[in-house]
């Protein structure tokens, strides 16, 4: 998924020591009636979109929807590794597959209501996942089409119905899926929050500002993009599960825009606020490294920031362009932009370390091998010269928040240095996601982020640079390159099936199909990041996912 990630330059919090894992609070061994109440005051500078669940692509967000909707399965709400593993939510148990991988049968558990009173049913089930192919969720094509009937409702989404690939038993409340093929993260696709369970009658149409009721400890009780996002108890929740859906401490979340990264900070050093999206302004980063280092937390992120560019228009429509960028990008540069070396390494590949599949390779270097080293200027030069693209015209697309235009400027002086005539245009960080998914904007260059949804190559691989990921003309289009190769598909649908019987092969094949995907350059990685947060005094815990970043429900405020 994409997320508005925090970036900083760290010269302060280097000084005061404030390594990985050095800051972080202790879990209160304190009884859940104790620390219950009070409402948790977030605020990032602009909201993030749509905050209906199945359409919705943005870590901003999908850390809010884990607390009002749920899945038939979930990833286990703790911190570390454990994070990752699957537990079930709605389902009473997470069950094996059957007839050699292509049945999975979940029963539904009694008794749980959605936020509106009405109970949840196998029909909701049903529904929820014929909606996401009618609402062209973004991995609709990369996912759930290998549900039996998925190829149909591909096809033609409005009409989806799925009676051979989602069946529904009221008698023994049960639900059956079936697939066209074996999937090994069939249940990972069913822990995120595209699958949660919606009521049955929900529109399929993308929501908007409109809630969609839930199942979680918290509901929508209203969303102006302008102004906030508002949370609130629903009063139908019990919690079954604490593992996969606690009941959270506070009374209400309330989530403010429009604050700028100036006064978030004040406010936050005084209580007002208790945690921001968005980056700490760099001329405060000393002060609050100083005079707050236990509020201050830094963890590990599996994720990529890079700089997509379009493979079917001028100019990245010339592979020789894409491979001058790629050589001629000066990673530590962009580290140094971002924060240092404690936030932030230069990558060159698809994957990031310490990911399945993940096998350090680096071409795009002064001296080519697994690290990136310089730029190679020369070669980039060369290829420009070869590819004929000397004196087009290009825009690079960024976000309006943090140190994002600060990237998008220097990808504008690197393309102009490469003989571009480019120009960096910045939208608001609402839009600019959509915006650059869009065919029909013709971004040519945009810079982006990628961060995953669960801990598989294919998140990266096949989400993000396979045929159907390709929407055109839809927001809802998460291969932003537009790169589409039949051979390369062809490569990662024989891994997926190699995940199947042989898990450790698979990794070696991931690294390989990570090579061919750096090879083609439909994007130039930049670096992967770490994340920093900083919290007010009033948080009494702070714990992180692997998945889902700071855990909302986990928190109590003082």
């Not at 909701?124 to 609709?140: C, G, L, Q, W």
């Not at 932003?480 to 070696?508: M, R, W």
Request: glycine share 6%.
């Amino acid at each position: 998924m994409t997320d508005r990630i925090k970036t900083w330059l760290l010269p302060g919090i280097l000084a005061a020591g404030l390594l990985p894992g050095f800051a972080r609070a202790a879990t209160p061994d304190a009884s859940f009636a104790q620390h219950k109440g009070g409402t948790l005051k977030l605020v990032a500078a602009s909201a993030a979109g749509t905050i209906d669940p199945q359409v919705n692509y943005t870590n901003q967000y999908w850390q809010t929807f884990i607390n009002v909707y749920d899945g038939l399965v979930t990833f286990r709400k703790t911190s570390g590794k454990a994070s990752n593993e699957i537990v079930p939510d709605l389902a009473t148990a997470v069950p094996a597959p059957t007839d050699n991988g292509l049945t999975y049968v979940f029963t539904l558990r009694k008794g749980i209501k959605f936020s509106n009173g009405k109970p949840v049913t196998v029909a909701d089930v049903v529904a929820s996942f014929e909606r996401i192919f009618k609402v062209n969720n973004p991995n609709a094509g990369s996912w759930y089409k290998f549900i039996v009937g998925g190829d149909a409702c591909m096809a033609k989404p409005a009409a989806c119905t799925l009676p051979k690939g989602v069946i529904a038993d009221a008698a023994s409340n049960t639900i059956t899926f079936h697939l066209v093929s074996p999937d090994p993260e069939f249940l990972d696709q069913l822990a995120v929050p595209f699958a949660v369970i919606l009521p049955a009658d929900t529109p399929a149409k993308d929501m908007g500002t409109v809630p969609v009721p839930g199942t979680g400890p918290y509901m929508i009780t209203s969303y102006n993009p302008q102004k906030a996002l508002i949370l609130k108890r629903n009063p139908y929740f019990k919690q079954w599960s604490a593992e996969a859906q606690p009941n959270g401490y506070v009374d209400e979340i309330d989530f403010d825009f429009g604050v700028t990264d100036e006064n978030a900070v004040t406010a936050i050093e005084n209580g007002q606020y208790d945690w921001e999206f968005d980056p700490l302004p760099a001329d405060r980063l000393g002060e609050v490294s100083t005079r707050f280092p236990n509020q201050v937390h830094i963890d590990p992120l599996l994720a990529d920031y890079y700089a997509p560019m379009n493979v079917n228009i001028p100019p990245f429509n010339n592979k020789d362009a894409r491979l001058a960028v790629n050589y001629a990008l000066d990673r530590q540069a962009l580290v140094n932009i971002f924060g240092g070396r404690n936030l932030a390494t230069p990558a060159c590949q698809i994957l990031p370390p310490d990911f399945p599949g993940y096998k350090p390779y680096c071409p795009y270097t002064l001296h080519p091998g697994t690290t990136w080293s310089a730029p190679n200027m020369a070669k980039a030069q060369a290829l420009m010269k070869k590819s004929g693209e000397i004196g087009q015209k290009v825009t690079v697309i960024t976000d309006d928040q943090g140190v994002d235009p600060a990237l998008g400027t220097y990808m504008a002086s690197l393309l102009n240095k490469l003989g571009f005539v480019a120009t960096t245009h910045v939208l608001s960080a609402n839009i600019q996601f959509n915006y650059i998914q869009n065919t029909k904007n013709k971004v040519q260059i945009s810079v982006s982020q990628w961060y995953q949804d669960y801990p598989a190559a294919s998140d990266f691989l096949n989400v993000l640079l396979t045929c159907g990921a390709i929407h055109p003309g839809s927001d809802s289009s998460i291969n932003i390159s537009g790169y589409c190769s039949k051979t390369f598909d062809q490569h990662v649908d024989a891994v997926l099936k190699t995940e199947i019987s042989d898990p450790a092969k698979a990794n070696q094949e991931w690294a390989a199909v990570d090579r061919e995907a750096t090879d083609a350059a439909p994007w130039a990685t930049m670096f992967t990041p770490k994340q920093l947060d900083f919290v007010s005094k009033r948080v009494g815990d702070f714990v992180f996912s692997d998945q889902f970043h700071m855990l909302f429900s986990k928190i109590w405020v003082k």
